[in-house]
């Protein structure tokens, strides 16, 4: 193994999970934000300051689009995957990253193979981290 990959922890694990009804509602309310990489949907909600702490991420892909569990499974599997090995592009940024929240939404209607879903989800990692911070303050008060 090398120097450089002993570094790295590849883990993704339950404490990065999205899984909580409240912080999904949050996700995906008003003040969040979104883009596509086809045939991946990015939805995130920014935090405060930038930070190196992973984020918490939600993966979906729809029964609408995949009616077999088998199907919906694997896609999920193979977001993770990517997800997984790639996550540290997000992470060891110098200035850290402005991500509390990150849903990965699967879109495509056909099934992908893991090389173009990594790609797609390198290609919104590198629009992530080009994100400002937003810096929410509270209403004055009248």
Request: proline letters at 8%; aromatic letters at 8%.
């Amino acid at each position: 193994m090398t120097e450089l990959t002993a570094k790295k922890r590849f883990a993704f694990p339950k404490a990065e999970h999205l899984c909580r009804k409240k912080l999904i509602d949050e996700l995906f309310g008003k003040q969040n934000s979104s883009f596509g990489a086809y045939p991946l949907r990015i939805v995130w909600l920014p935090s405060p300051e930038k930070t190196t702490a992973p984020p918490q991420v939600l993966i979906s892909v729809s029964k609408r689009s995949f009616k077999r569990a088998v199907d919906r499974n694997r896609l999920k599997r193979l977001i993770r995957e990517a997800y997984r090995l790639n996550k540290y592009r997000l992470l060891e940024q110098p200035e850290g990253h402005s991500v509390a929240l990150l849903g990965i939404i699967y879109t495509g209607k056909e099934k992908s193979p893991l090389a173009l879903v990594e790609k797609k989800l390198i290609s919104a990692f590198h629009r992530l981290s080009d994100a400002p911070v937003v810096v929410s303050t509270p209403p004055p008060a009248a």
